[in-house]
């Protein structure tokens, strides 16, 4: 079951983006009356949220003259879609991936379909933190089949100068040639937010990435949640018409 998201942590994550795309730092804030009715809730709603961002620095209040935006707490990372993050993190200063847990167990039965597998194999799992200067970013499940995944169960080391990908690749003979990417718009769940340093039920992007070898034959698949107020993703179109 969905856990229950406050309404004020709710209104919090809409009013940051709306801020972010729209105002500048020293722009003054909407009345908190203002806010109520824009979001149709009480103005205790919008006082928890509102504080959590005077906690954060995101705001601040000027006695007599109001509320005024200070800026988004961090930068953001930006990164093309068609670039992986793990990518962007290996070649980032300040940067870093750390694995978390890993573990041996039956393949989910999406994972086992994404991987081709039948239902009660077994795969590896990892579970990893990309990390950039100091802040956690990206929070990565790994799934390998058992074969493959035993190669790189014990490659600490490696994973945290390597991307998997380039492990497996470079090191191991794998032939990776293919990404097939999916990104989503979820909510974080408690078996990750954490780690990712997020409230439980605040939005975040997903991006599910299955590896293919040149034979056409999934190698592992990745399910990857990215902050959403640390990062984003740039493209330039030039069909637009």
């Known amino acids: 079951m969905r856990p229950q998201v406050p309404k004020y942590v709710t209104i919090k994550a809409l009013l940051e983006a709306r801020w972010e795309r729209e105002m500048l730092p020293g722009d ?10 824009t979001f149709r809730v009480s103005r205790a709603t919008v006082q928890q949220a509102l504080a959590l961002f005077e906690g954060e620095g995101v705001i601040r209040r000027d006695q007599g003259r109001g509320t005024f935006y200070v800026g ?23 940067t870093e991936t750390r694995i978390l847990r890993r ?16 239902r009660g194999d077994r795969v590896v799992t990892l579970e990893r933190l990309g990390i950039v200067e100091g802040a956690p970013i990206v929070f990565i499940y790994s799934y390998l089949p058992l074969e493959v995944g035993m190669k790189v169960y014990e490659a600490e080391d490696q994973l945290r100068r390597m991307s998997l990908a380039a492990v497996l690749n470079d090191l191991h003979g794998c ?39 040149g ?11 990215y902050r ?9 179109v030039t069909e637009w018409r």
Not at 72 to 94: A, F, H, V, Y
């Open 175 to 213: 032939d990776i040639v293919r990404v097939q990417q999916v990104i989503a718009a979820r909510l974080s769940d408690p078996s990750f937010s954490a780690e990712l340093g997020v409230d439980v039920g605040v939005p975040v992007l997903e991006g599910e990435r299955t590896y293919y070898s």
């Open 103 to 118: 573990s041996i167990q039956i393949a989910p039965a999406r994972i086992a379909q994404r991987l081709g597998l039948a």
């Open 72 to 94: 988004p707490r961090e930068p953001r990372t930006e990164q093309e879609p068609s670039r992986l993050l793990e990518t962007t993190i290996r070649d980032r200063e300040g």
């Open 28 to 37: 003054r804030l909407p009345s908190e009356n203002e806010l109520c009715a």
């Open 215 to 225: 034979d056409g034959q999934p190698v592992f698949c990745t399910v990857s949640y």
């Open 228 to 236: 959403g107020d640390r990062h984003y993703f740039t493209m330039s």
